[in-house]
């Protein structure tokens, strides 16, 4: 699973979210909104479906999930809940690896012009083909 700058959250603000309050394209304001205006009425940020790992979260311990990439930006305030996503994988016993472009703003791929866009997709590259490896390895077997 490709888990692209994933958009998570919680009713805690975390270090990230705080000191990237203003920033553009996504930012506290806006995700707040979001979370807002999509969520079942009477939800919070703490629902399974933003805060995955969070005190409402569902067990994913016995569930067969895929191998999963995760990428964080450094100038995107909601690294510190994309990082918490993949300790939480982690700790679930599930396998995931994370990328971290430390000086990356939240949808930073989208421009081709950026020295990391092209290091992102052979990232992202190099990950699906080592899957594909392992997927026909796992089927000779």
């Known amino acids: 699973?490709?888990?692209?700058?994933?958009?998570?959250?919680?009713?805690?603000?975390?270090?990230?979210?705080?000191?990237?309050?203003?920033?553009?394209?996504?930012?506290?304001?806006r995700t707040d909104w979001m979370w807002k205006a999509f969520l079942p009425d009477g939800s919070d940020r703490d629902h399974p479906v933003v805060n995955v790992f969070g005190?409402?979260?569902?067990?994913?311990?016995?569930?067969?999930?895929?191998?999963?990439?995760?990428?964080?930006?450094?100038?995107?305030?909601?690294q510190d809940w994309q990082k918490r996503y993949y300790e939480g994988l982690k700790k679930r016993g599930k396998q995931a690896e994370l990328v971290v472009f430390p000086n990356a703003i939240h949808t930073f791929y989208a421009y081709p012009e950026l020295d990391d866009s092209s290091v992102f997709i052979n990232r992202v590259r190099d990950f699906v083909q080592s899957q594909l490896v392992n997927a026909i390895i796992e089927t000779r077997h």
């Open 1 to 29: 699973m490709l888990a692209i700058q994933p958009f998570f959250g919680g009713e805690e603000r975390t270090e990230s979210e705080k000191r990237l309050k203003s920033v553009p394209l996504v930012n506290v304001e």
């Open 55 to 78: 005190p409402n979260a569902v067990d994913i311990s016995g569930v067969d999930f895929p191998a999963t990439i995760v990428v964080v930006g450094g100038f995107d305030p909601l």
